[in-house]
């Protein structure tokens, strides 16, 4: 069992619409972390938690530390929203990585 | 300051060569780290740097491969007598410390034929 796992893998979804991807985590941990991943290869951080909630924009990211779990939100979805989202998690000198979930927006 | 800069971006070897791949990160980040990523999959971790000591090794880094961060700046990871296997996006990040977040690289694409 990988200690950090996404849900979905595979997401898509109209333009428009409420995202939501989902963090579960077995480890203990000094932050999480969001990441967006093009085409291409560049990572890209979106949020670091360590409680609570962040908003930035349209993404909002939430964590829950009693049940190691962790979403990430995006709201009026849009096609450039496509790409890779990573949950990572601070363990605590390095970074232990989900294996993505690939979103696509459609127009 | 530019941000993570990674050389080459792509790289394609015949099997058995000898490549090396530079990272350089943004200059007042103690922290270094490299990353593999195969396709389809997370990054894993590989070794990371405080300055110049490098205070940890995945066992994914078998004596083929070695890491440098000479003074403390730019970083190489060099792959010997490579394998097909090795075939993967290489990323660098770096950070102030392990309270802070990470600025990634755009990652060396190598492809072992």
């Known amino acids: 069992k990988n200690e950090v796992e996404q849900s979905p893998q595979n997401l898509t979804a109209q333009e428009g619409e409420f995202i939501t991807i989902n963090c579960s985590y077995s480890v203990g941990i000094s932050a999480l972390h969001w990441l967006q991943q093009h085409p291409g290869g560049g990572i890209v951080s979106l949020f670091m938690?360590?409680?609570g909630k962040k908003k930035h924009g349209r993404l909002i990211a939430t964590i829950n530390i009693q049940e190691k779990h962790s979403s990430l939100h995006i709201t009026a979805s849009h096609p450039r929203d496509s790409a890779v989202y990573i949950c990572?998690?601070?363990?605590?000198?390095?970074?232990?990585f989900g294996t993505g979930t690939r979103l696509q927006v459609f127009p | 300051d530019t941000g993570v800069s990674q050389d080459p971006r792509h790289k394609i070897t015949k099997r058995g060569q000898n490549v090396t791949f530079r990272c350089d990160p943004i200059?007042?980040?103690?922290?270094l780290y490299w990353y593999r990523q195969t396709l389809g999959q997370g990054p894993e971790f590989l070794t990371y740097?405080?300055?110049?000591?490098?205070?940890?090794k995945s066992r994914l880094l078998s004596d083929r491969f070695s890491a440098e961060r000479p003074k403390g700046s730019f970083s190489t990871l060099e792959i010997q007598r490579t394998e097909q296997g090795d075939s993967a996006m290489y990323l660098c990040?770096?950070?102030?410390?392990?309270?802070?977040?990470?600025?990634f690289g755009s990652g060396t694409r190598l492809t072992v034929v």
């Open positions: 990572a998690v601070s363990a605590p000198d390095k970074l232990i």
């Open positions: 938690l360590s409680s």
């Open positions: 740097f405080q300055n110049e000591a490098q205070l940890e």
């Open positions: 990040a770096s950070s102030r410390d392990s309270n802070y977040g990470y600025t």
């Open positions: 200059s007042e980040h103690n922290r």
